[in-house]
């Protein structure tokens, strides 16, 4: 199954990128120290964010299949990225709450891993770049 997202940025003389998306708009900007006013998340932090809804999202909708006693979960994701080398980490940290026994904790974890995101992140990502 193939699945089309879109989404459309807008860039004028400042480092404030409006994003938008169907109807939701979100705002990007660049640090200070690198010439932006910080009133938007930056690219990285998009990214990251992509992953930590992802994982919330996912394990929400599986908990609710399920039916199990899920009453939230908190995702950090940190990426650390070398400019000297090709390789990026990212590190998730998942909290989940609720009356879930180890049995259901190791089995949202293996659904953490198979979240969208996180296959795609995991995965051959090819680029495809054309200009108007």
Not at 18 to 28: L, M
Not at 76 to 83: F, K, P
């Amino acid at each position: 199954m193939e699945i089309n997202h879109s989404v459309q940025g807008r860039i004028g003389t400042s480092c404030q990128t409006t994003i938008t998306a169907g109807r939701n708009t979100i705002i990007s900007d660049e640090p200070i120290a690198l010439g932006g006013k910080e009133e938007g998340f930056n690219p990285f932090e998009l990214l990251a964010s992509s992953l930590a809804a992802c994982t919330c999202a996912t394990l929400r909708m599986y908990a609710d299949r399920k039916r199990w006693p899920l009453t939230g979960v908190e995702t950090e994701v940190t990426i650390i990225r070398s400019d000297s080398t090709t390789t990026t980490v990212f590190t998730r940290q998942i909290k989940v709450s609720g009356d879930l026994d180890e049995t259901q904790k190791s089995r949202i974890l293996a659904i953490a891993n198979a979240c969208p995101v996180h296959k795609i992140l995991s995965g051959t990502v090819e680029i495809q770049t054309k200009m108007d």
